[in-house]
């Protein structure tokens, strides 16, 4: 009984923000309606970036105050066109779609209508028929609008939607920036500013992620569900609570069906526990013959008056699992865990930052080809349709948030933290119920050996694990040990480090001694297990060279092959993890001369080729999980994956 109050004090932390932010799902009770496709686009060129909302361009269709171009949604508009001042552009841009609202949502007042973004980069102002019904700071993480009142106003017209973005970044967003203007008439044209950051990836822009419309009733609905699992003997557990907007005298009652359709438990009430006899866990790829095992969670709602009974129905995929960490090892359902994975980018040709399908299940079947078990979302979170993958395949994850590129002093401030405290709300919102989720990172880099970096981290790392008490916390350091301030706060130390490259370039011979000193000098101080959380060398895909020279396959190889012996050293110790860096080429900003095209320390291209080092990481995967999994009989494995064994 104790641990049930614990677990259920533990799902109580997480709701600080005043609603929720369940993922749009059909039911019984909700539709959805997606409104994917071409918007009308124009970039504000104006020298101010501001005549969008001097001259109120969302008043009326945005042909009527100028020239629009087709714009595809979800998608990062740089790459789109041959324009290249729209490539790098800078300032608001105004996407706009005329949508056909089915007739009954505006007819039926007791149905609620949102209106959702998945994500747009960086700061949204959102506008229905002219009405502004929302705004959202931050370019990772969903917002959304009720709309009805709006669209029922005027019930024959059309239901016209405006979505300003402007992705400049400045000291306060995540990640930073700074706006740079250069005044010198000799050097540069009239208004000429660039925008600087800190971080090493192309600032894609635009509507990244599916815009919805969905609907729930309007009375009372399902607002947030809160799952938090455990399990002893053959026994699940499955901690809930769910926040109810609307009427209270509706009455819910919960459901938990197995992958059959079966009711395993059932319950009633807004708080509880969901007890699962024979539990089936949820186990990460290649640590079990049954990886990703899912139940369903129904939530239904009802509530009667005289004259009707009406529902809400919500349907929760929920993996039970355990996660742990000691001071050698992270454990999954108290089994050690080694993450041998990858680092990731949402990043590809054309699209820019933009949701894509093909690419994701192509990079899904390319991880689980090359057996990784994990990635972290380097270096902001990445769409809710990814997690989901992660949740069905057993792919495990580090969820980042977008503090990237840390690095100049004033953005330790107080208008910084306050921000950034707000961002990791939103993302533990968002994600508190994925069991791939396993540990949360705040940052990536920051300049944590700065005096406020220590302020900075312990009440953010606090704030963190307060939102939610059953994950562990990290950030992604690349600081010395002995000069870390935030280290002393996280869970887990994941340390970035490029031997060979960025330091002593071009000798191989030293990442033995510079590796083991790394990780020696970390364990010795903090006693906490370590991930390898970046390594890696930029490789042209086809240049070669015997023996390895920077920038050929062989090179890349042989700074993997030389790390590797290191974490097999380390690991039968305290090292629990290795992510490559990176999975594939990515694009960066032009402003670095050590960039060619962007950043080429993928293991595949871009495109998603394998380069040599691609195959030395899929011997190493696969031969590390049968070391540590049980797989012998494994069903899953594809047949030419079950070459290697
Ligand atoms: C890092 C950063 C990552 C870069 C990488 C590199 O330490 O975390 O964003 O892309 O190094 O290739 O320089």
């Known amino acids: 009984m104790l641990r049930v109050l614990c677990l259920l004090a533990v799902v109580d932390s997480v709701l600080l923000l005043d609603s929720g932010m369940l993922f749009p799902r059909e039911s019984a009770s909700r539709e959805v309606k997606e409104l994917n496709g071409l918007w009308a686009f124009r970039a504000d060129i104006s020298p101010s970036r501001n005549q969008g909302f001097e001259e109120a361009w969302y008043k009326s269709r945005l042909i009527e105050s100028g020239p629009v171009i087709d714009m595809p949604v979800p998608a990062s508009y740089n790459d789109i066109t041959q324009d290249p001042s729209l490539r790098t552009f800078t300032g608001w841009v105004w996407y706009e779609r005329e949508v056909v609202v089915p007739t009954r949502w505006i007819t039926d007042e007791e149905i609620r209508v949102v209106l959702r973004v998945g994500s747009a980069h960086y700061y949204s102002v959102v506008w229905v028929n002219g009405v502004k019904v929302t705004e959202h700071n931050g370019g990772h993480l969903p917002f959304e609008a009720e709309i009805g009142s709006v669209i029922r106003k005027d019930p024959t017209a059309k239901c016209r939607i405006t979505i300003a973005v402007n992705n400049t970044l400045t000291l306060e967003t995540l990640p930073p920036g700074t706006i740079q203007y250069m005044n010198d008439p000799t050097r540069y044209p009239k208004g000429f500013f660039v925008q600087n950051i800190f971080f090493d990836f192309f600032n894609y822009a635009g509507i990244h992620r599916s815009v919805l419309l969905y609907t729930t009733p309007k009375a009372f609905y399902v607002d947030d569900i809160t799952v938090v699992t455990d399990f002893s003997d053959n026994a699940g557990l499955v901690n809930y609570k769910v926040s109810v907007k609307g009427s209270a005298a509706a009455t819910l009652k919960l459901t938990l069906m197995d992958k ?8 009633s009430g807004s708080v509880g526990a969901l007890k699962v006899a024979d539990v089936k866990l949820w186990w990460p790829y ?3 013959e049954n990886p990703g095992y899912l139940y369903s969670l129904e939530v239904h709602l009802t509530a009667a008056n005289d004259k009707s009974t009406s529902e809400d129905v919500y349907l929760l995929p929920v993996g039970i699992r355990t996660v742990k960490v000691s001071s050698t090892q992270f454990l999954i359902n108290n089994k050690p865990f080694y993450f041998h994975g990858v680092n990731k980018h949402e990043d590809s040709d054309i699209r820019g930052k933009g949701f894509d399908w093909p690419l994701i299940v192509k990079d899904f079947n390319l991880m689980k080809w090359m057996g990784a078990n994990s990635f972290r979302t380097s270096h902001y979170p990445y769409a809710e349709e990814i997690l989901q993958m992660c949740d069905q395949h057993g792919i495990v994850v580090i969820d980042e948030c977008p ?5 100049d002093i004033r953005s330790f401030g107080n208008a910084s933290l306050t921000h950034h405290l707000v961002v990791m709300d939103e993302l533990v919102r968002r994600d508190k119920n994925h069991p791939s989720v ?8 920051p300049a ?4 406020p970096a220590q302020f900075y981290f312990k009440t953010l790392i606090k704030h963190t694990k307060d939102l939610d008490p059953t994950r562990p916390v990290t950030y992604i350091t690349n600081s010395n040990y002995a000069r870390d301030l935030g280290a002393p706060y996280v869970d887990v130390v994941c340390v970035n480090s490029y031997f060979s490259w960025y330091h002593d370039p071009g000798y191989l011979e030293v990442i033995p001694i510079q590796l083991n000193t790394q990780f ?23 240049l070669h060279n015997d023996p390895p020279l920077m920038f050929t396959e062989e090179y890349q190889q042989a700074v993997l092959q030389h790390y590797h012996n290191v974490f097999d050293q380390k690991r039968k110790h305290y090292v629990i ?10 694009m960066t900003v032009q402003g670095s001369i050590t960039r060619v095209v962007g950043n080429k320390k993928g293991v595949f291209t871009r495109q998603r080729q394998p380069k040599a080092a691609a195959f030395i990481l899929k011997e190493r995967y696969w031969r590390l999980a049968n070391e540590t999994g049980k797989l012998p009989y494994w069903t899953n494995i594809p047949i030419y994956a079950m070459k290697l064994h």
């Open 260 to 267: 059959e359709g079966h009711c395993v438990a059932s319950s």
């Open 286 to 288: 290649l640590m079990h």
């Open 403 to 407: 503090g990237v590129g840390i690095k």
């Open 438 to 445: 396993v540990m949360w990172s705040v940052a990536n880099e």
């Open 448 to 451: 944590s050996e700065m005096p």
């Open 520 to 542: 020696e000098d970390w364990y010795a101080k903090y006693q906490k297990p370590i991930i390898q959380s970046e390594y890696g060398a930029d490789t042209l895909p086809g």
């Open 577 to 586: 993890g290795e992510l490559i860096w990176n999975f594939a080429d990515f």
